[in-house]
T-cell receptor
Framework: GDSVTQMEGPVTLSEEACLTI???????????LFWYVQYPGEGLQLLLK?????DKGSNKGFEATYRKETTSFHLEKGSVQVSDSAVYFC???????????FGAGTTVTVRA | DAGVTQSPTHLIKTRGQQVTLRCSPK?????VSWYQQALGQGPQFIFQ???????QRGNFPDRFSGHQFPNYSSELNVNALLLGDSALYLC????????????FGSGTRLTVV
């Protein structure tokens, strides 16, 4: 079945450092790909999405590109802030599928 | 505009008991999905309800059941609780067919002792 594997954490960075969280997937066809973020005590929020190969999703300085050839959707940010401290989840939804399949999550802590 | 509301926020139950969790979707949404998030793991899809029917189900035993009411709110019921059912239960609402428009609630933390 469909699955997502993402980089294990935790990840600790200094403010203004670069962040990359790796995500690879297994699915048939062309799934839609997502990054969700979960701040302490809150629900998951959609950070960005990509629905077809070579699409680039972007939001709040974060970017991820849908790479069909490497089945990857890595999350990147060039300069992180303390407010980016959260748990990040890579997810996919298969063709004609109503559910989201999530990775295990990566905890990111940014120090001032 | 209220988002997704879940109740209760925390719950402690004993093994073998039954529990009901509740979810009110975001205004304008008609579809409700339930996810189980064990500590340190990603959410796992339990099922989705649309038009008061279970539209898709994940790999969960029949002890997990649900219901959707005419006002689109939903309940998740778990019977014969096991220690392994301890988790954060998340509700997500959306408009039917709007895959990219899920709004998640903050969840109900269930502890089974």
């Amino acid at each position: 079945g469909d699955s997502v594997t993402q980089m294990e954490g935790p990840v600790t960075l200094s403010e203004e450092a670069c962040l990359t969280i790796n995500c690879t997937y297994t699915a048939t066809g062309y799934p839609s790909l997502f990054w969700y973020v979960q701040y302490p005590g809150e629900g998951l929020q959609l950070l960005l999405k990509a629905t077809k190969a070579d699409d680039k999703g972007s939001n709040k300085g974060f970017e991820a590109t849908y790479r069909k050839e490497t089945t990857s959707f890595h999350l990147e940010k060039g300069s992180v802030q303390v407010s980016d401290s959260a748990v990040y989840f890579c997810a996919l939804s298969g063709v004609n599928d109503y559910k989201l399949s999530f990775g295990a999550g990566t905890t990111v802590t940014v120090r001032a | 505009d209220a988002g997704v509301t879940q109740s209760p926020t925390h719950l402690i139950k004993t093994r073998g008991q039954q529990v009901t969790l509740r979810c009110s979707p975001k205004s304008g949404h008609d579809t409700v999905s339930w996810y189980q998030q064990a500590l340190g793991q990603g959410p796992q899809f339990i099922f989705q309800y649309y038009e008061e029917e279970e539209r898709q189900r994940g790999n969960f035993p029949d002890r997990f059941s649900g219901h959707q009411f005419p006002n689109y709110s939903s309940e998740l019921n778990v019977n014969a609780l096991l220690l392994g059912d301890s988790a954060l239960y998340l509700c997500a609402s959306s408009l039917a067919g709007a895959l990219y428009g899920y709004t998640f609630g903050s969840g109900t933390r269930l502890t089974v002792v």
